[in-house]
């Protein structure tokens, strides 16, 4: 579904990634490792067109992409959740989510029964302003609203930061149930060593801006793993 080839990013004359070439498959959770700084927001960045890249190759679903603005990918089928959320505050949970229509054709205008399956709180809290909400239900209204687009490519950057332990299960249960239904692409972005692990199906680490490991799950051990990510 996702494919990037010597994808470079600078920040003014800074370069931030150096070559990345990394696969993500349908149906499965891709999940990019590495400690604070190493580039993996930026990646996340350079993958939903909020920052372009300086180089390299992007293909979606065999697409070969140039470099389109973010509201085009998402056009295009990625959905993104950013670190921090990003949530409209002043807006209420049912606006924050009918934001997602942009993206769609005008006849599927609509929030499915399958978002309050998954999150039964924004249902209950749909006419409370985002800004209102706790950390953790401003995550799960972040990615609802990343699911309403339909997205073959869903990209999480850090889920689980700053929420409580019961939503962080919850979203976990959630983001395996998304790659159960083989219909998208899933990239996240998570340091929370034990999280991480559970959900992927294949590994990247980024150390200074470089994939300095990759593997399937059953090729990389979870010793060398975190041994990678602590470096």
């Not at 390299?56 to 070969?64: C, F, I, P, Q, R």
């Not at 309403?148 to 689980?160: A, G, R, V």
């Not at 959630?174 to 159960?180: A, F």
């Amino acid at each position: 579904m996702l494919e990037t080839k010597n994808l470079t990013l600078h920040y003014g004359g800074s370069q931030i990634l150096y070559g990345i070439d990394m696969e993500a498959a349908r149906g499965q959770i891709t999940c990019v490792m590495g400690t604070n700084g190493v580039g993996k927001t930026s990646l996340m960045k350079a993958l939903s067109g909020t920052h372009h890249r300086s180089g390299g190759d992007l293909l979606l679903d065999g697409e070969t992409l140039t470099k389109p603005p973010a509201h085009t990918l998402a056009q295009k089928g990625v959905g993104y959740v950013p670190q921090g959320r990003m949530i409209f505050p002043l807006l209420t949970v049912k606006e924050n989510m009918e934001t997602a229509y942009a993206c769609l054709p005008r006849g599927e205008h609509m929030v499915p029964d399958e978002i309050y399956e998954l999150f039964p709180v924004l249902k209950e809290m749909q006419n409370r302003r985002g800004g209102d909400l706790s950390g953790g239900q401003q995550q799960q209204l972040a990615i609802a609203r990343a699911m309403i687009t339909k997205p073959k490519l869903l990209l999480l950057d850090e889920p689980t930061e700053g929420i409580q332990p019961n939503i962080i299960q919850q979203i976990g249960r959630v983001i395996e149930y998304l790659r159960d239904q083989d219909t998208m692409a899933i990239v996240l972005v998570e340091q929370f060593f034990a999280f991480a692990y559970g959900l992927a199906d294949r590994f990247y680490v980024l150390n200074q801006g470089k994939v300095t490991l990759s593997g399937d799950k059953a090729d990389v051990s979870e010793e060398t793993l975190m041994k990678a990510v602590s470096v």
